[in-house]
């Protein structure tokens, strides 16, 4: 008896030891390694790599704790989750055939015990059937349910069409304010640009050259003809005032910008650094052409 209790005793040491050592053992080198990269992101503090070790393991311990949880609880549903046929004993019986079994009960003896207990077992299981029998057929009965399930089946196809009816508007609302930017740009480029491009077929060149560049930042325009000079100071200006109103900044970056300026006025462009171009808000106020910034979420100029 005794060499089975030590047996016991220590299974359960070594099980512990997988479950909680082993594990434990990783989370701490996660942990490590984790506030190592932080500290040398913070130039190797040693407070940044305590408080990083610590949030990284209590994180990580919470986790597999949360974990370990579960796993106990599985074992526990699967005995509940047992079908109707399984025998189960009460405490008087289940210490009744113990009882026997102490006294060296024999096979034979207990197998007419468990034969006694079972038709008794049976029988106190019928009324329950039948007792069950009967919600059954005061719901197949009654119509609240019926109309409950189509109501709820009304509501599951009324809400995809509202989705999409939804997402539907969205897009006509993005692709009117689109349009609306674009209109706006138009009449601010004929309105600016008028009294400076050579003739009104460089103005059209001119409107083609934005609008394409709108539906595609990487457009390359053709150069435009300028019948009175602008300063490089304008026409960073002028393109900086566009570029803003057409919305993403990952695509409209200050290279981009730089670019689009080079190629449609390479001759004013021609002296000037790629670098010194970026610097397109420098004195906003100055120039034939000055700084429009927009309001916020809207797409108007101040030009009038």
């Excluded at 089975?4 to 220590?10: A, D, F, L």
């Excluded at 457009?219 to 026409?235: A, M, Q």
């Amino acid at each position: 008896m005794n060499s089975v209790k030590c047996k016991t005793e220590n299974m359960t040491v070594r099980d512990y030891c997988l479950v909680w050592g082993c594990p434990g053992l990783v989370i701490l080198t996660i942990s490590l390694f984790v506030s190592l990269k932080v500290g040398n992101d913070f130039g190797q503090d040693n407070f940044a790599k305590f408080v990083t070790f610590v949030i990284s393991s209590g994180l990580l311990g919470t986790v597999y704790y949360l974990f370990q949880s579960v796993l106990a609880e599985m074992p526990l549903r699967l005995q509940n989750g047992q079908h109707e046929g399984t025998i189960f004993l009460t405490d008087q019986e289940a210490e009744a055939v113990t009882e026997d079994s102490t006294d060296n009960m024999s096979f034979e003896q207990v197998h007419e015990c468990l034969a006694e207990v079972l038709p008794q077992t049976e029988s106190a299981q019928e009324p329950l059937s039948e007792e069950l029998q009967e919600p059954t057929i005061e719901i197949s009965d009654s119509a609240e349910p019926t109309k409950e399930v189509s109501d709820t089946t009304e509501t599951s196809t009324e809400q995809p069409d509202l989705y999409a009816q939804r997402c539907k508007e969205y897009q006509r609302e993005q692709e009117q304010r689109r349009q609306n930017t674009i209109d706006a740009i138009m009449e601010y480029v004929t309105h600016i640009m008028s009294p400076y491009v050579y003739d009104n077929d460089e103005l059209e060149k001119l409107c083609d050259a934005i609008r394409k560049w709108a539906d595609d930042w990487q457009h390359i325009p053709v150069p435009i003809r300028l019948k009175s000079p602008l300063t490089t100071l304008d026409l960073r200006h002028f393109v900086w005032n566009i570029a803003e109103r057409l919305g993403s900044k990952k695509d409209y970056t200050g290279r981009v910008r730089a670019d689009f300026i080079k190629r449609m006025f390479p001759d004013v462009m021609r002296d000037i650094e790629q670098d010194s171009i970026r610097n397109f808000k420098f004195q906003p106020d100055t120039g034939n052409i000055v700084i429009d910034e927009p309001d916020k979420g809207d797409y108007h100029f101040h030009f009038e």
